[in-house]
Structure formats: structure tokens, C-alpha cells
């Protein structure tokens, strides 16, 4: 398991488990997916940069005026690289070893992550997160309340896992850092901490929805709909009438 897949088994069961069994393929925005990982790449290693910007020639204009030149999303890409390879307080921090592979169990149940960068020595890790920008508002549902960006993705949760799984492997308790940077022009950047009741509480939350997700999986309890995502979506009957006053779900 790893935190990404939880968390689309959290958001909706029944999309997430056809996703796994390539039932269903959900409409992805492929150009920020990429846009990010040519950030994560340059600062993983120039190796692992070049080999990254060498996969994605789309990322280079084929035509028109600007033939030869990066597209509009990889020029942000850029400017999000330089805003933080110019900064000195980020340079001290990005210190430690890049893309580390994390493995062990939760619960009895394994459990796999990548660190951007891990500080063993000096007891922390960092992700790297672009976001449209750092300081929007998101409307929680639930609590009906707004939230930043790193609680609307549930960070906390993958930053929980990765802390277990880091003592798990190397056997020391590190701090997660998110070094957000912004899309915008400058863009933005931040580093951020997250409060450490924020980790308890994910943490719980994997403890407490892992048995279910996993019977889930295996096929031993039906996944729950949400109601509302592409999935759910395509596959809806009008099997029953609601009250216009439950309309709004948000």
C-alpha cells in the first residue's frame, strides 16, 4: 500500500478499487503530473534531471514562433526550480539523500513511500509540494470549514506513514518538512511544519480504515460510492428520488 492509493481508497472506495483492477482509467491532468516531477527531478539529481526533461519532449514547442522553446507550464516549471534553488535557507535544508525508498508494516500490512530527501543525521525529511497557490482556501465538507491546501490533500497522512516507515527501516523518528512552491508568476514558496496532532490523527486514520479498505481489495466487503466522482458518476442509475434540499454537498 502506499499513501496515494489510501488516500483514493478514502475518497471514494468504489472508484479507487476500479481503478486498481484497471477498470477504470480517471481523467488525469498529465501536464501537472509532469510539471511536478520536472521539479522533483532537478532536485533529485542532474542525472535524473536530464534523463526526465530527455522522456517529455512534449514539454518543448514543435511549432509557431516559439518552436524550440518550453511550453508555457514548463516555463513555470523553471521559474518554480529557480525560486528555490536560489534560496539560501532552502539550500541549507534540502540536505541528505534524494528519493529514498521506504518499506514496512502497518498494522501487519506493508506499506511503501518515496522521501524526496532524508536527513538521517540530523533527524528529518523534506517533500516537496507546487500547488496553484500556497495560501488558497478549501472548503471541507465535513467539518464545513475552510482548510489550506496540505490539509485538502491530506499530507498529514502520507507524512505519518513516511515517519513510521523512516523508524521503521533506520530506526530514527524524523521531523517532515513540506517545501511548497507556488505556480504563480513569481511564484511562491514556503516551508511548513505540521503539527504533531495533525500526524497523531492521520495516523489513526490509517489504523482505523485499513482493515476495511484491505477487505475491500480482497473482495470480502463491497466498496462504498461516494456519489459524486467521474466513477460514480458514469455509473449511476436513477434509482431514487432526493429531496431538493440535499442537493448541495458542499
Known amino acids: 500500500m502506499s499513501p496515494t492509493v489510501f488516500k483514493r481508497f478514502l475518497a471514494c472506495e468504489a472508484e479507487?478499487?476500479?481503478?486498481?483492477?484497471?477498470?477504470w482509467e480517471p481523467v488525469m491532468n498529465s501536464t501537472a503530473?509532469?510539471?511536478?516531477?520536472?521539479?522533483?527531478?532537478?532536485?533529485e539529481?542532474?542525472?535524473?534531471?536530464?534523463?526526465?526533461?530527455?522522456?517529455?519532449?512534449?514539454?518543448?514547442?514543435?511549432?509557431?514562433?516559439?518552436?524550440?522553446?518550453?511550453?508555457?507550464?514548463f516555463k513555470i516549471a523553471e521559474s518554480m526550480i529557480e525560486a528555490l534553488s536560489d534560496d539560501h535557507d532552502f539550500n541549507l535544508l534540502y540536505q541528505g539523500d534524494k528519493e529514498v525508498i521506504v518499506t514496512g508494516k502497518i498494522?501487519?500490512?506493508?506499506w511503501k513511500g518515496k522521501i524526496d530527501c532524508l536527513n538521517l543525521k540530523q533527524g528529518y525529511f523534506v517533500d516537496l509540494k507546487t500547488t496553484a497557490d500556497i495560501y488558497k482556501s478549501y472548503w471541507n465538507p465535513e467539518t464545513r470549514e475552510k482548510e489550506p491546501f496540505v490539509y485538502a490533500y491530506n499530507y498529514p497522512l502520507q507524512m505519518a506513514v513516511y515517519q513510521e516507515l523512516i523508524k521503521q527501516q533506520f530506526g530514527v523518528m524524523c521531523k517532515p518538512y513540506i517545501v511548497a512552491v507556488s505556480k504563480q508568476d513569481p511564484p511562491d514558496k514556503q516551508a511548513i511544519d505540521l503539527p504533531e496532532y495533525r500526524l497523531t490523527n492521520a495516523m489513526n486514520q490509517v489504523l482505523e480504515s485499513q482493515q476495511h479498505?484491505?477487505?475491500?481489495?480482497?473482495?470480502?466487503?463491497?466498496?462504498?460510492?461516494?456519489?459524486?466522482?467521474?466513477?460514480?458518476r458514469s455509473?449511476?442509475?436513477?434509482?431514487?428520488?432526493?429531496?431538493?434540499?440535499?442537493?448541495?454537498?458542499?
Open 107 to 110: 498494522d501487519g500490512y506493508p
Open 16 to 23: 479507487a478499487l476500479a481503478e486498481l483492477q484497471g477498470k
Open 45 to 73: 539529481s542532474e542525472k535524473a534531471h536530464a534523463k526526465f526533461v530527455d522522456e517529455h519532449p512534449e514539454a518543448i514547442s514543435s511549432r509557431g514562433p516559439s518552436k524550440g522553446q518550453l511550453k508555457k507550464d
Open 213 to 232: 479498505i484491505q477487505d475491500v481489495i480482497k473482495g470480502e466487503a463491497d466498496p462504498i460510492q461516494c456519489g459524486h466522482c467521474a466513477y460514480c
Open 235 to 250: 455509473t449511476k442509475k436513477l434509482d431514487s428520488v432526493v429531496s431538493a434540499d440535499d442537493l448541495l454537498i458542499d
Open 33 to 43: 503530473l509532469v510539471v511536478g516531477n520536472w521539479l522533483h527531478s532537478y532536485f
